[in-house]
């Protein structure tokens, strides 16, 4: 990387140039290893090039192998960053996409001080000629964070890899011998639904509930060897009433959509730690199913437990969204709509009184009459 309007061994990489305030534009060159494709490097037909130059306040001209970016100090220090990031991760044999490109440059402009492309290089499991790893900064923390303790919770939005990074370490656990089997539950609360008015037997009514569990051991674990471990009771995929009464001993044991737990429901669950044993809770406390009047042991679980060693809280939001890109834009829409309306708790309030008297009264009210049993002359009198 040279900088023409000043000497690049003066400074630290990444760091702004000090030789000309910082109103005043500066051009940086980057000059890539030939060893390096620059259609690998910039994708085909530019692809990668203009996500680039739709990130940035800057302009970014190619040559050859010479990369040359005219801007803002701040703007062509980052631009050069991403350039050097995106040619470790090619060093590393990784594939570039427009994707992991939209991810590196909110992690480059944060500083965090991590470099994204150990973030996007992290192993977890490779599976079906596919490798399964970390996409953001705060889950690869989540995934360090679960080598490092016994508990993890992991509390964020949709699509932000709770679940399938912890089943990814799960299986990754089984298959080094760490554990000896893997337990996968989920509480029964249901998106609107009661279960009581579902056809069939109590296990058929469960087993379309748990069908996301199911999915992702598909991607992880060959489809015909899943039986046989089901069967041997290697894997165990199971309602959380199903684990009352019991000691999980050497076993990886992950809670989903833990958001729909009571507060004894998620102290029963804890309690079943044994020895040898891991746990990952997770869940999305803005999609809550419970009764609006009952307490979530999720939400709850955060102050009892918080500092208690061994235990770890990770957390994740809108930036780490991995899913298609309007999800993120969905998930903050949802906060910001919460932060007005309902005091960003996440969950509607409720007015107190009669339900059924009161949409009564309403619809009077707006249909121009009385409601029934209403009070006459309650008002204050017409003069």
């Known amino acids: 990387m040279t900088d023409t309007s000043g000497d690049p061994r003066n400074r630290t990489r990444g760091e702004a140039p000090a030789g000309p305030p910082a109103s005043e534009p500066t051009q940086v060159k980057v000059i890539i290893p030939d060893e390096h494709s620059m259609v690998a490097l910039l994708g085909s037909g530019d692809e990668l090039l203009r996500v680039i130059e739709d990130s940035f306040d800057a302009d970014i001209h190619v040559r050859g192998n010479e990369i040359t970016i ?18 470790a991760l ?28 150990e973030v996007l290089t992290l192993d977890i499991l490779s599976s079906r000629g596919r490798t399964i790893r970390p996409k953001t900064l705060n889950q690869k923390r989540y995934v360090d964070a679960i080598d490092q303790h016994t508990i993890v919770f992991c509390i964020g939005p949709a699509g932000t890899g709770k679940t399938y990074l912890a089943m990814a370490k799960a299986v990754k656990a089984l298959q080094a011998k760490e554990v000896t089997r893997i337990i996968l539950t989920r509480p029964a609360v249901e998106a609107g639904e009661r279960l009581g008015f579902l056809p ?27 039986p046989r471990l089901m069967a041997a009771g290697t894997i165990e995929v199971a309602p959380l009433a199903y684990m009352r009464g019991r000691t999980l001993n050497d076993s990886f044991i992950i809670l989903d959509e833990a958001q729909n737990t009571s507060p004894e429901q998620m102290k029963m669950f804890l309690t079943r730690l044994g020895f040898g044993a891991r746990m990952v809770v997770t869940g999305d406390i803005t999609q809550v199913d419970l009764p609006a009047n009952q307490a979530g042991g999720l939400q709850l679980v955060q102050e009892i437990l918080d500092g208690v060693d061994d235990i770890y809280f990770a957390r ?36 107190p009184g009669n339900g059924r008297r009161d949409g009564v009264r309403d619809r009077a009210q707006r249909e121009g009459r009385e409601a029934p049993g209403a009070s006459r002359g309650a008002g204050p009198r017409a003069q």
Do not use: C, W
């Open 200 to 226: 069939g037997t109590l296990y058929e009514k469960i087993d379309p509930y748990l069908r996301p569990l199911y999915d992702a051991l598909h991607d992880m674990i060959d489809p015909e060897s899943i």
């Open 316 to 351: 994740l939001n809108s930036h780490d969204v991995v899913r298609h890109r309007l999800v993120s834009d969905i998930v903050n829409a949802y906060e910001a709509y919460d932060a007005r309306t309902r005091g960003g708790s996440g969950r509607a309030q409720r007015v």
């Open 90 to 117: 090619l060093a590393g044999g990784a594939e570039l996409t427009a994707g992991a490109v939209e991810r590196i440059v909110p992690m480059l402009r944060r500083k965090s001080g991590v470099r994204p492309a």
């Open 70 to 87: 005219s801007g803002a100090p701040a703007e062509t220090a980052v631009v050069a960053e991403l350039f050097e990031e995106l040619t």
